[in-house]
């Protein structure tokens, strides 16, 4: 047996500003003992985000995902009712949905750009149904106007689960900018990171006052408690990451862009494989770098993340499974039958390592290897 060629490449790196900007920004802290509840930090990154996501409002949560059900609390649906969302994302997706007790109804995606097809709303929409929930998958946004042409003619709410899509903008308009609300993932392995942490950006003033206090217990400004909240803050230590890591973030998503101009190098115009398209308009944040392959026996993304994983480089199968076919729905859907395209595309799609600091070494290596089985 030969020796392996080099190290292991992981799907994804954390993206981390110098050690020596976070040390200086966290350091007040010590002085102020404010370590949590709206501190300096806080309110400095909600005001740098809104900024640079074009956002009147950004509000901090611990995580995105439950910034993602505190959406859902927050925009007062009525309770029990369908949302309208799509299986080919995260489990936090359908999780939200399912947790604050509505019924995922699931839409199949476009074959071009895997976001939800809004052809498929409207044979879905019953009078139960009471939201939206489209997914900006891999940072491709997804189409918007049609979205909400839908939504407001039906009298629905759109929520985006934009987790992908921080920094990407389309003719110059950020993704935060769309439906009710958004929620971005701040989470260690997303192109912006606060360690822990996420964020929902909207426009409408009053919902900002209701997050506050859902995030808090429901506590009021004046002091009163006007309704049962849980927690979700951000902690002052997360807020100096995002503020460290926002000022770089440019700079790790033109790293990310080479990454991506190298891989297509390497892969564009290869028969049988099939590359994320960015589209002329789209500033993109090169999130990811899904490869669905086009065989029709559905063996070649195996054999590929396997040969990968020889080599010690992890790509991820991601996503698969789609939500409505995880165990924990398994008798309520039929994934195959309901959403083709999606299913379809699971079973094919392969995502290969990319983040801000993966060489040109790199990624000549893991080309060599899907090249490898392809052509076989
Ligand atoms: C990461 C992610 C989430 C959840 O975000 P967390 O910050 O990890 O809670 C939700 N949806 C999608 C599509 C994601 O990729």
Redesign the pocket.
Known sequence: MSEKSSRTIAVTRSSMAPLDEYVAEITPLWESRWLTNRGEKHRQLEADLQEYLQSPHVSLFT???AA?ECALEALELLAGGEIITTPF??A??THAITRKGFKPVFADIKSTDYTLDPEKIEALITPNTVAIMP?HVYGSLCDTDAVEAIAKKHGLKVIY?A??AFGVKRDGVSAATFGDASMF???AT?VFNTI???GLTFTDDDLATRLDEWKNFGIAADGQTVFAGGNGKMNEFCAAMGICNLRHNDEEIAKRKHAHERYVEHLGNIEGLKLLEIPDNVEHNYAYFPVVFEDASHTTRDEVAAALADEDIFARKYFYPLTSDFACYADTYDAQHDTPIAYDIAERVLTLPLYADLTDDDIDRICNVVLSCVNK
């Open positions: 995580n995105g995902h993602l994302t995260f936090s997706t997914v689960d987790a992908h993932s701040f989470h997303k822990e942490g996420g």
